[in-house]
């Protein structure tokens, strides 16, 4: 055999080594080409492994600014700017009613509900028909402002007449004054109120 023919044969049989084919028969070698194929597999799982980390990871980073329990107080305390308190009671006409309401300081003992001039509808009319009074303290050593609204329900748990009132300005320290508040357009079932409640909200 001539040298050039030798040559030859030794070339193609590294380039049939390269293509995995370990024998002179020409049949493939499965081993070498199944590790070919896990190589790429192991390599693509390790690039998706990558990107899902770094996904939590600023995930993760989001949840701790939402759930930061300091983060969370501050909002809160900044957006409290009144307190408010609320009672039911048992309703009664021209009846002095405990009530004992407390927020910050500020009292409310009792109330008292009564009907002046009937209760037709003429809301122009002010300071006439379904009334309520409530004494108001403040035993507190600094200014307050309050307001109260009073919702008023029949036996069936029926919404019949509801009214509200800010006091007027700051109540002063350890001063004493009075609610009273007029049920001036929803007010015809007045006298089918079965309970009524109170609710009263104080802020500086």
């Known amino acids: 055999m001539s040298k050039t023919s030798t040559a030859a044969l030794l070339m193609a049989g590294v380039s049939m080594a390269a293509l995995g084919y370990g024998c002179s028969s ?9 590790n070919v194929s896990d190589t790429k597999t192991t390599e693509t799982k390790t ?7 770094t996904k939590n990871s600023a995930a993760a980073s989001l949840d701790t600014r939402s759930t930061d329990p300091k983060r969370a107080d501050t909002g809160t305390t900044s957006r409290r700017v009144a307190e408010t308190v609320a009672k039911t009671i048992k309703w009664e006409n021209e009846k002095w009613i405990p009530l004992n309401l407390v927020s910050e300081g ?6 008292r509900f009564e009907v002046e001039g009937g209760v037709n509808f003429n809301p122009l009319r002010a300071g006439k028909g379904p009334q309520a009074f409530m ?4 035993t507190t050593d ?4 309050l307001a109260v609204a009073i919702a008023l329900f029949d036996g069936r748990g029926t919404l019949v007449g509801a009214s509200e009132i800010t006091y007027g300005g700051s109540i002063d320290p350890g001063e004493t004054g009075e609610f009273k508040l007029t049920f001036r357009d929803v007010k015809w079932w ?4 079965n309970t009524a409640q109170i609710a009263l909200e104080t802020y500086k």
């Open 135 to 138: 004494p108001v303290k403040n």
């Open 142 to 145: 600094h200014k307050m402002k």
């Open 106 to 111: 500020i009292e409310l003992k009792e109330v």
């Open 47 to 53: 690039t998706v492994t990558k990107t899902t980390e």
């Open 26 to 34: 020409g049949s493939p070698n499965p081993t070498a080409a199944a």
């Open 190 to 193: 007045f006298f089918d109120v």
